[in-house]
């Protein structure tokens, strides 16, 4: 048995059918046999390479023969040289004849002599499809830069179309891009107007932010410094949930970077979010320089961890009896569910309380519980603005936990950029790598935006892919991983 694949090519203009290059492939197999089924992979892709090379060969020729008069009077060009130009696509690169031609001479003039025309080169700017940067990024924003390589040439006939060094660059050329759409749309945010009535947005059901630590990529000049990365999250009553990452470092206004975040996902001018996160002071900082953001919850789960660690520290206390160790931890309970009722302040006035009561024993203030108890009236003093009703929330349906952010952190920074991965970054490779992943969490890449961010990036004129002058390109450590 044999099967002959053949490339036939069809004029639209003149419905007639042209012979191509002939025999594309020959599959064979043994009769009445079914050892070998189908295709292989390796006879798929030879054979996608070859018709993808047929393919674009034969728009390229026809598409130059109509490059050849000029598009002003209408006269022959006069033909220079031809080269030959490689284009990378999903099914391999293929290597197309790119003539050269002297400019007309209707176009000649004092201040602009003949000059040579490139037709092809300038109308094909990149030489990369953007379906084969599209792969590159999805796969690398999920896994190691080496492995997405080595995955995209398994299944596709790619060979030596792609490197690992080249789907690093891609990534860090995307983030860039994508970290620079951002900023465009925090500039055309809208000013805050005063003494204009706010409401609690009807869209957004609910925002937590948290954050994580990567090691350093450069452990020799700052051994004792991390990346810090923030992560959130934010749920829609009407739809699927959103991320938004970044790092700390990068960015010159996080509180803009959750404006940027809230606005894009539909939150207008005059409503107003809650956020809900932990003590870090950045979050903060953050809320109160949001203009979409109401205020600041504080987590639920770090408040009740605290009150644990207390009650746990009073079990085994060798000053406490046993008869008086549930007295105490009834104590701590019922300061815990005054918290809960919203009323922090009378819960520091009750751990005070308890706290002098056991004082008086000898060699408290060397115990674990004294430690804990202040560290609980600490917390909760310290953040007494964050400090809500909880119970009614929950009763509400509302969110009380930041659990969402932490699922984010995991989601954006754990998966690919952490755990069970011995990386370490740099600010700016992290930056644009949480930047790449979210997009394609969000479900918001692909190739056609990777067109707009290139005509973008064209557009106001800057060379993303290229390295700042007097600088070298780096290979081994490119400011996104290294792996151990």
């Known amino acids: 048995m044999r099967l002959i694949i053949e490339a036939r090519l069809a004029d639209e203009d003149s419905d007639s059918v042209n012979d191509g290059d002939g025999v594309l492939a020959v599959v064979e197999r043994r009769d009445r046999s079914l050892a070998e089924l189908g295709l292989t992979l390796v006879e798929g892709r030879l054979l996608l390479a070859k018709v993808q090379a047929e393919l674009v060969s034969k728009q390229v020729e026809w598409w130059l023969s109509g490059q050849t008069h000029c598009q002003r009077c209408g006269a022959a060009m006069r033909h220079k040289d031809s080269r030959s130009t490689v284009l990378r696509t999903v099914y391999g690169k293929v290597t197309v004849k790119s003539p050269r031609v002297w400019s007309c001479v209707c176009e000649r003039t004092v201040q602009t002599p003949q000059r040579v025309v490139h037709p092809l080169s300038k109308t094909l700017t990149r030489r990369v499809t953007p379906e084969l940067e599209y792969l590159q990024a999805k796969w690398a924003a999920h896994l190691p830069y080496r492995q997405a390589t080595a995955m995209l040439k398994e299944v596709l006939p790619l060979n030596k179309g792609i490197s690992f060094g080249g789907t690093r660059d891609r990534i860090h050329t995307l983030g860039k891009q994508l970290d620079a759409d951002i900023e465009r749309d925090i500039e055309k945010l809208p000013h805050a107007v005063a003494d204009v009535q706010v409401r609690e947005s009807s869209h957004v059901a609910a925002v937590s932010v948290d954050s994580a630590w990567l090691r350093n990529c450069d452990v020799n000049r700052d051994p004792g410094r991390y990346v810090n990365i923030v992560a959130g999250r934010a749920t829609f009553t009407d739809g699927p949930p959103k991320l938004y990452a ?18 894009r996902n539909g939150v207008a001018s005059d409503e107003r979010v809650t956020v809900i996160s932990d003590d870090a002071g950045e979050f903060a900082k953050t809320v109160e320089g949001s203009r979409l953001a109401r205020g600041r919850v504080l987590d639920w789960f770090h408040i009740a961890m605290k009150f644990q660690a207390a009650q746990r520290s009073v079990f085994g206390s060798k000053m406490i009896d046993s008869l008086e160790r549930e007295s105490v931890e009834n104590e701590i309970a019922n300061a815990k569910w005054l918290v809960w009722h919203g009323k922090g302040s009378r819960a520091v ?37 964050a400090l809500v009703n909880h119970g009614a929330r929950h009763r509400k349906g509302l969110p009380i936990s930041s659990s969402i952010a932490e ?78």
Not at 252 to 262: E, H, I, K, Y
Not at 416 to 429: I, L
């Open 349 to 385: 006035e009750r751990s005070k309380a308890l706290d002098a009561r056991l004082l008086t024993r000898e060699g408290y203030e060397f115990h674990t519980l004294w430690w804990k108890l202040n560290t609980v009236s600490g917390y909760l003093k310290n953040n007494a603005r």
């Open 407 to 484: 699922s984010a952190v995991n989601q954006v920074v754990s998966h690919r950029m952490a755990k069970k991965q011995q990386m370490r970054w740099t600010d700016e490779g992290a930056h644009y790598m949480a930047q790449v992943r979210v997009a394609v969490l969000n479900g918001e890449l692909s190739p056609r935006r990777i067109c707009a961010l290139d005509v973008a990036a064209s557009r106001h004129g800057k060379c993303i892919g290229a390295a700042p002058p007097g600088r070298h390109r780096p290979t081994n450590r490119s400011g996104c991983t290294t792996m151990r």
């Open 246 to 263: 970044y790092v700390h470092r990068e960015v010159t206004s996080a509180a803009a970077r959750l404006d940027q975040f809230l606005s």
